[in-house]
């Protein structure tokens, strides 16, 4: 799932962030507003920068400072100004997204505050959150975007390690059975929510039982995809100096192991979504005739380009999951471009 853009607009912001070797009293601790141009449909809002968690693999601390935030208010005009481009989609940014409301060091607001007022902005379509800490997505929240006129009902979650032994080491605010409750809430309020997971393979100290406690943990939640990271050494990090390294080999093949997890779980959404209908947001890009969109539960459309699709919200069906993991979708109105009859298919995959 790729949430970060190049280009932004707001003081001080251009290319990702580079990891500069520094103090953390060096780091500039005053947050600055930015969000994404450029994209017809989707924006990128930065509401939160910085973190204050000592996860022992991570260098955002030295390099983006503690957690800090945006004010309520300006974030609620920020998101006006970007319905009035037109944008019909929001993406919340943030380095510690959950952690939102951190002001001159001190706690001002909750992330739950800022969901219900950015859920009255008028203009926006949806708001689509882009990662948050399992510890910091609490009940409320997911019951509210259950009910929301704006939040779809999509989470990117991250998990690192399904091993109770590598999230101490890892230094993680919470343990497996944490995530299962988050997740399992989710499905009872939303069985039909997009859940996304992030993993690390190979960290020190991580043997083969401890991976496949992680794999057979992922293999039996109720997810949808994963985003998985091999561990690297990063300088000035705790876990750089911990005993119990992983060979090169053995974190590739993890990944791979993985990646075919991924691969699964993702075909497996696809098909519980067989037979629905859905609300595809068409996006302006092409590529070999084709153009993309995306449903509220984040399954990706692709369908011939037509450029009076772009920024358009088309209501379709998703009708067969074909043996390559394509879908094939049937249109439910009559007000596309070229007026195809009710139920024709659609030349057209999903492949998120």
Known sequence: MRFARNIFKGEGIGMLPVVHQQNIEQVNHNFIAAYSIGDRTRTFLKVQDGCDYPCTYCTIPLARGGSRSDTIENVVARA??????????????????????????????????????????????????????PNLLSNDIIEFVAKSKRFVPHFHI????????????????YQRELYTERV????????????????IVGFPGETQADFLDTYEFLNGLDISYLHVFTYSEREQTEAASMKGKVVGSTRF????????????????FYQSQIGTNAQVLFEDDQKNGYMHGFTKNYVK????????????????????????????????????????????PLVGSLNA
């Open 253 to 268: 093949e993890r990944n791979k192991m993985l990646h075919i997890l991924s691969d699964k779980k993702r075909r497996a």
């Open 184 to 199: 399992a809430k989710i499905k009872e309020v939303m069985p039909n929510c997009c859940i996304g997971v992030d993993v």
């Open 301 to 344: 459309v692709k369908a011939k380009y037509d450029p009076l699709m772009v920024n358009e919200l088309k209501e379709v069906k998703l009708v067969e999951l074909s043996a390559d993991g394509e879908v094939e979708v049937a249109e439910l109105e009559t007000s596309y471009a070229h007026e195809l009859k009710l139920g024709e």
């Open 80 to 133: 006006q100004q970007i319905a009035a481009s037109g944008v019909k989609e929001i993406v919340l940014t943030g380095v510690n997204l959950g952690d939102f409301g951190i002001r001159d060091g001190q706690r001002q607001d909750r992330f739950f505050d800022l969901v219900t007022a950015l859920d009255e902005v008028e203009g926006i379509e949806r708001i689509r959150i882009s990662s948050i800490e």
């Open 158 to 173: 991250p998990l690192q390690s399904g091993s109770n032994k590598i999230l101490g080491l890892m230094k993680r605010r």
